[in-house]
T-cell receptor
Framework: DVKVTQSSRYLVKRTGEKVFLECVQDMDHENMFWYRQDPGLGLRLIYF???????EKGDIPEGYSVSREKKERFSLILESASTNQTSMYLCASSPTDAGRTYEQYFGPGTRLTVT | KQEVTQIPAALSVPEGENLVLNCSFTDSAIYNLQWFRQDPGKGLTSLLL?????REQTSGRLNASLDKSSGRSTLYIAASQPGDSATYLCAVAGNTPLVFGKGTRLSVIA
């Protein structure tokens, strides 16, 4: 079974803090993704990565950065947390075949509250 | 830009009923379509993935169909159970990463 784990289920941070969200997958997938999910807005893609040290902006990258130093780990960084970044953050991974991404597997999510 | 719509936003049915959830997308140039289930406060669980060359996929009481030309997919749930209560999301993959619908929140009443 594919397993995607996220470092925390719940996190409370203060405005202005630097926040790290970690995601690890154990299936040697090439692709990894970070989403945020908000009521009424659905899932929105923040960043994704097709390979180690590679990153691509998604739909809402502002205020976020990412790091992928190892294939199995993809980190989301909030450089200076703000209250509008309070959300559920979901990490996913998927394999690649012939340049196409395939079935995505999700982690359990991190509920981040910024006060 | 790809847009995915799911109707209805919420659905309540009595236990045992067969039901259909709908998903439509605007750009038919997709590689695959994936249906997910999400329980409150949890991550997404993949239910079915349909490749663009396929018409349907089945898993237990679930059957998903895909009509690429019309930009539609349906998720059929047979003999619904209270444990099926969750939000169901569809997502399409094309030249960009997955684009998600906002989901249908299903309640199955015992």
């Amino acid at each position: 079974d594919v397993k995607v784990t996220q470092s925390s289920r719940y996190l409370v941070k203060r405005t202005g803090e630097k926040v790290f969200l970690e995601c690890v997958q154990d299936m040697d997938h090439e692709n990894m993704f970070w989403y945020r999910q908000d009521p009424g807005l659905g899932l929105r893609l923040i960043y994704f990565s097709y390979d180690v040290k590679m990153k691509e902006k998604g739909d809402i990258p502002e205020g976020y950065s990412v790091s992928r130093e190892k294939k199995e780990r993809f980190s989301l960084i909030l450089e200076s947390a703000s209250t509008n970044q309070t959300s559920m953050y979901l990490c996913a991974s998927s394999p690649t075949d012939a340049g196409r991404t395939y079935e995505q597997y999700f982690g359990p999510g991190t509920r981040l509250t910024v006060t | 830009k790809q847009e995915v719509t799911q109707i209805p936003a919420a659905l309540s049915v009595p236990e045992g009923e067969n039901l259909v959830l709908n998903c439509s997308f605007t750009d038919s140039a997709i590689y695959n379509l994936q249906w997910f289930r999400q329980d409150p406060g949890k991550g997404l669980t993949s239910l079915l993935l349909i490749q663009s060359s396929q018409r349907e996929q089945t898993s237990g009481r679930l059957n998903a169909s895909l009509d690429k030309s019309s930009g539609r997919s349906t998720l059929y749930i047979a003999a619904s159970q209270p444990g099926d209560s969750a939000t169901y999301l569809c997502a399409v993959a094309g030249n960009t990463p997955l684009v998600f619908g906002k989901g249908t929140r299903l309640s199955v009443i015992a």
